[in-house]
């Protein structure tokens, strides 16, 4: 079970879009439905953004989308503001009721 | 509202046990959701330590199995977690979480880790 790969960094000015990547293997990522994105604040508990690949837990606000390709999901912010700068990290299943997390991607908002 | 609260020492001496016990409040463990941990070592990202059920069933991330052990007391709304033989490794800021649920139709579902205590430091140091 290894760690699904996610960017470093990426970065982004205000009002633009920024797209997260997350590499996994035929059996996480590309064997279900079932990535989540979390963000995280510096000190604070991940909050969970996206979950079965593209839906949005309630008061997320659209800004936030994700998707899948193969073994490969991607998070999409859009009008990117200040307060999106955060470290985002995805998460898939893994079966046999194993999760596997990304190594987190750390968003700058220029 | 659901809410999940970690406790436990904050400083455990190499080759020892630590032990963590997460409450939840405004939600009965005894229903069909899983409840685990997830923990990060400061400034890196998270790893999946277990999940367990209200009927005591467990899963163990496999790099963790041999030292982890989980368990639920339903009368007191809360479950627990025990690593063994720490090391500095094993330094994080531990989160208890509701992890998934049971259907009886179509068996467990992931979804989304939607409620998480705020997080404990355990630091491993003599």
């Known amino acids: 079970q290894s760690a699904l790969t996610q960017p470093r960094s990426v970065s982004g000015s205000p009002g633009q879009s920024v797209t997260i990547s997350c590499t996994g293997t035929?059996?996480?990522?590309?064997?279900?439905?079932?990535v989540s994105w979390f963000q995280q604040h510096p000190g604070k508990a991940p909050k969970l953004i996206i979950y079965?690949?593209?839906k949005r837990p309630s008061g997320v606000p659209d800004r936030f989308s994700g998707s899948k390709s193969g073994n490969t999901a991607s998070l999409t912010i859009s009008g990117l503001q200040a307060e999106d700068e955060a470290d985002y990290y995805c998460?898939?299943?893994?079966?046999?009721?194993?999760?596997?997390f990304g190594g987190g991607t750390k968003l700058t908002v220029l | 509202q659901v809410q999940l609260q970690e406790s436990g020492p904050g400083l455990v001496k190499p080759s020892e046990t630590l032990s963590l016990t997460c409450a939840v409040s405004?939600?009965?463990?005894?229903?069909?959701?899983?409840w685990g941990w997830i923990r990060q070592p400061p400034g890196k990202g998270l790893e999946w330590i277990g999940n367990?059920?209200?009927?005591?069933?467990?899963y163990y991330n496999p790099s963790l199995k041999s030292r982890v052990t989980m368990s639920v007391d339903t009368s007191k709304n809360q479950f627990s977690l025990k690593l063994s033989s720490v090391t500095a490794a094993d330094t994080a800021v531990y989160y208890c979480?509701?992890?998934?649920?049971?259907?009886?139709?179509?068996?467990?579902?992931?979804?989304?880790?939607?409620?998480w205590g705020q997080g404990t430091l355990v630091t491993v140091s003599s």
């Open positions: 979480a509701r992890l998934g649920y049971y259907d009886v139709l179509t068996g467990y579902y992931p979804g989304g880790i939607d409620y």
């Open positions: 405004g939600y009965s463990i005894s229903s069909a959701y899983y």
């Open positions: 367990i059920y209200h009927s005591g069933s467990t």
């Open positions: 035929s059996s996480d990522v590309g064997g279900y439905n079932y």
């Open positions: 079965d690949v593209s």
């Open positions: 998460c898939s299943y893994g079966g046999s009721y194993t999760l596997v």
